[in-house]
């Protein structure tokens, strides 16, 4: 079956780590998005890509940093400068060259950061 | 700036009561409107695209429809399986395949 999948599904981690969440799809889909949802707030977009080794900031990248070495894989790192990192993580996929855009979305990655 | 506002922000049903919830956007120029499913905890699931003013798509006990400035996503009959928070989003035609609004949902409960 063709999908999106996140690792870990909980993550808990101290104050002043790095943390990497893992992102894998194999829907053939070019372009990839990193979102954060806090409660009371849309999705809010971290990162996107469209292409290997090509990235761009979205809307709230600071303490952010990713990768995209294989067409599959967009893994997300979080930095101890982002200022409140506990949240919940999506990543999703999608078609760049399409007149259809829908996003898929994985199953999500919760943070907690104490 | 584009803006998605839902309403109601919770609803709760009877099982069997039909009822609508609500998607106004504001967006210059739509290129699509998303519809999606989340349950508590997981990643959202994509239930429809709309295109243009007056399209309708169906999807077992969901429909949903659009306006120039609206979107409505009809329950009929529903059963405690609808129970999930439905998220609306809209792309506008400008500004890149990444640029997508989300608007916060509408939590609905169906009760037995």
């Known amino acids: 079956d063709g999908g999106i999948t996140q690792s870990p599904k909980y993550l808990f981690r101290k104050e002043g780590q790095n943390v990497t969440l893992s992102c894998e799809q194999n829907?053939?889909?070019?372009?990839m998005y990193w979102y954060r949802q806090d409660p009371g707030q849309g999705l809010r977009l971290i990162y996107y890509?469209?292409?290997?080794?090509?990235?761009q900031k979205g809307d709230i990248a600071e303490g952010y940093s990713v990768s995209r070495e294989k067409k599959e894989s967009f893994p997300l790192t979080v930095t101890s400068a982002q200022k409140n990192p506990t949240a919940f993580y999506l990543c999703?996929?999608?078609?760049?060259?399409?007149?259809?855009?829908?996003?898929?979305f994985g199953p999500g990655t919760r943070l907690t950061v104490t | 700036e584009d803006q998605v506002t839902q309403s109601p922000e919770a609803l709760r049903l009877q099982e069997g009561e039909s009822s609508s919830l609500n998607c106004s956007y504001t967006?210059?120029?739509?290129?699509?409107l998303f519809w999606y499913r989340q349950d508590p905890g997981k990643g959202p699931e994509f239930l429809f695209t709309?295109?243009?003013a007056g399209e309708e798509k169906e999807k077992e006990r969901l429909k949903a429809t659009l306006t120039k400035k609206e979107s409505f996503l009809h329950i009929t009959a529903p059963k405690p399986e609808d129970s999930a928070t439905y998220l609306c989003?809209?792309?506008?035609?400008?500004?890149?395949?990444?640029?997508?609004?989300f608007g916060i949902g509408t939590k609905l409960q169906v009760i037995p």
């Open positions: 967006v210059s120029g739509l290129r699509g």
């Open positions: 999703a996929s999608s078609y760049r060259d399409r007149f259809s855009y829908e996003q898929y």
């Open positions: 829907l053939n889909h070019d372009a």
């Open positions: 890509s469209q292409i290997v080794n090509d990235f």
């Open positions: 989003a809209v792309r506008p035609n400008s500004g890149g395949y990444q640029k997508v609004t």
């Open positions: 709309l295109y243009s």
